[in-house]
Nanobody, 126 residues
Framework: QVQLVESGGGLVQAGGSLRLSCAASAGTFSIYTMGWFRQTPGKEREFVAVISNIWSGGYTNYADSVKGRFTISRDNAKSTVALQMNSLKPEDTAVYYC?????????????????WGQGTQVTVSS
């Protein structure tokens, strides 16, 4: 069982930055692929970014809507994954979730993730 705890959400003006962090309880954190998703009321959970496990070299990928503005990174020694969000837009407003998986499959599919954090609210004002 892996526990994930997100932090770093808050209220920011458009054009500003926030850094989200996710701390994992996993003893072998490096073997998990880690993802960030977001969700707004009435909508499905949306893929934001992914960083692969150590076996896959830590490759990253992003949703088109955040490419060039968001950066995902991980620190395997500290069992953490971060999402640096720059040039924030009002449409980035959502609850952001950290997720972990061991299984393979489409990384943007939330159903392929085994563990989820409780979420952290990000609100971007115009």
């Amino acid at each position: 069982q892996v526990q994930l705890v997100e932090s770093g959400g808050g209220l920011v003006q458009a054009g500003g930055s926030l850094r989200l962090s996710c701390a994992a309880s996993a003893g072998t954190f490096s073997i998990y692929t880690m993802g960030w998703f977001r969700q707004t009321p009435g909508k499905e959970r949306e893929f934001v970014a992914v960083i692969s496990n150590i076996w896959s070299g830590g490759y990253t990928n992003y949703a088109d809507s955040v490419k060039g503005r968001f950066t995902i990174s991980r620190d395997n020694a500290k069992s953490t994954v971060a999402l640096q969000m720059n040039s924030l837009k009002p449409e980035d407003t959502a609850v952001y979730y950290c997720a972990a998986r061991l299984k393979s499959g489409t990384y943007s599919n939330s159903r392929t993730y085994d563990y989820w954090g409780q979420g952290t609210q990000v609100t971007v004002s115009s």
